[in-house]
């Protein structure tokens, strides 16, 4: 899959997904000049982007991220091996480079969320202005955490940052 030039604005999914549920991606896939822009996952994860039992590399390059949201995990990006959800690399990356992250928010990592075993390359990549924020149920009841502002990686992530900048997240 090759995605060039294309804007994904204003979409919404009931679950997971709100620009893009990518699954199954055995020849791995690119996005590049792509801006993923004001999508929504409304009860789920990855308010731009799901990527679900990808075998290649998945790469970003020049794309920008902006004012997407997830009631759940990963406000523009959510890879995961749970319930076959997420991203399964062998041998290969998810990649983001010259990438732009700003005002995505979600209840656990607000531009970024990574579990289970994902290679992760964060490269000249800017993530400002990103939120995680607690989601309560009835009166003070903590249904989601808020954790990770920009970055939000459990259960063995191999993550490289590089030439990036996080700025003003919460």
């Given amino acids: 899959l090759i995605v060039t030039s294309t804007v994904c604005d204003g979409n919404s999914a009931t679950s997971d997904g709100g620009g893009v549920y990518l699954h199954d991606a055995n020849t791995g896939a690119t996005f590049q000049a792509t801006h993923f822009q004001s999508n929504s996952a409304v009860t789920g994860s990855g308010g731009a982007v799901v990527l679900s039992s990808a075998h290649s590399g998945v790469v970003f390059v020049d794309c920008y991220f ?13 890879a995961d091996l ?11 990356e ?5 990438c732009a992250f ?6 656990f990592g607000g531009a970024l969320a990574m579990q289970q ?8 990549t800017q993530l400002r202005d990103n939120s995680a924020k607690s989601q309560y149920e009835g009166v003070g009841r903590v249904v989601a955490s808020g954790d990770g502002g920009a970055l939000a990686l459990t259960n063995a992530n191999i993550l490289s940052v590089i030439d990036s900048t996080l700025h003003f997240n919460y």
Avoid at 117 to 124: A, Q
């Fill in 82 to 92: 749970q319930n076959g959800r997420g991203l399964l690399l062998t041998g290969n």
């Fill in 94 to 98: 998810l990649v983001f480079d010259h």
């Fill in 102 to 107: 700003e005002g995505n928010s979600a209840s």
């Fill in 66 to 78: 902006t004012s997407n949201t997830a009631s759940e995990v990963g406000g523009s990006c959510y």
């Fill in 117 to 124: 075993e994902n290679t992760v390359l964060i490269r000249s």
